[in-house]
């Protein structure tokens, strides 16, 4: 495997283990809220921050490889950014928790326009990060018109995001993983992120 290769495989991994931990974790608090809820929450940020640095080391890596190396720098930024923001401030308002989670899902979505703009030979790839990003964009639109009534409520909705951000990065992952597979000098230098 070339270095770039090498680099490809080791971020696939990041997305399928980092979902099928965000998968675990959602899934438990949805479940199983009243034990689950605020552990999975600390859980989700915690690998959030520590996958984002990796992510941030990996764009590096491969800065000089390929011009797509940013998307990888702006999804590292992004989950270190979530991560922090979710155990950062617990004392923060409900308003202020909205409007940064709508913030947050208006930046994911363009970060997902952007790719699927990247991706425009692969139409599958292209039409599922558009959906994401639409997904996302009713959940800022969501989360504004119809605040939750308590902290509860939101951390479980923000509990079957996160089964739901894991389920996608999973696929993410597998897709990366096969294409390296199938054909590595084919990879679109867009295809470097698993970006929802």
Known sequence: MTSMSTELDRLASTFVWRGL?????G?????????ALIVAMLGVATIAIAFGIYEVSVAFAIRRRTPRWRLVLVHGVLSIGFGGL???EPGVSLGVAL???ASWFVVYAST???AAMLLWRNKAARWTLIAWGSFDVGL?????????????TLLFFGAVY??????WQVVAGLWLRRMLRLRPASIP???LTGIP
């Open 162 to 167: 996160a089964a739901l951000f894991g389920a």
């Open 27 to 35: 899934f438990a608090a949805v479940v199983r809220p009243e034990e």
């Open 140 to 152: 800022a639109i969501l989360a504004l018109a119809y605040p939750a009534s308590t902290i509860f």
């Open 21 to 25: 931990a965000m998968l675990v974790l």
């Open 86 to 88: 979710s155990v950062g």
């Open 99 to 101: 409007a940064v989670i």
């Open 112 to 114: 997902a326009g952007t």
């Open 189 to 191: 230098s867009g295809a």
